[in-house]
């Protein structure tokens, strides 16, 4: 005999409704940006793109730029708006 959860027992809070939820929230809090920003590679701290690796969760570039990596920054020329930001910070 295989026991099956009624309707009564579906949704109800369960760890994964939790985690549902919780990741409906963050993806309708958090709105990745597309436009001219994807032709660039930004300026990001070392430890939020290792969080956001862990995670899944967006980042935000010096230029403002929010969104998630996974592409090599290597291939694209840097964001000039990133650029300027930077050297400012440095001459600090």
């Not at 935000?60 to 592409?71: D, F, I």
């Amino acid at each position: 005999m295989t026991l099956t959860p009624g309707p009564e027992t579906v949704g109800t809070g369960g760890s994964t409704d939790v985690l549902d939820r919780e990741l409906e929230q963050l993806l309708n809090e958090e709105s990745v940006e597309d436009g001219d920003h994807d032709r660039f590679a930004h300026y990001v701290k070392k430890e939020k793109i290792l969080q956001s690796a862990l995670s899944g969760k967006p980042v935000r570039a010096l230029c403002g730029k929010k969104w998630t990596p996974g592409r090599d920054p290597e291939k694209f020329p840097i964001c000039p708006t990133c650029k300027e930001i930077y050297e400012r910070l440095r001459d600090e």
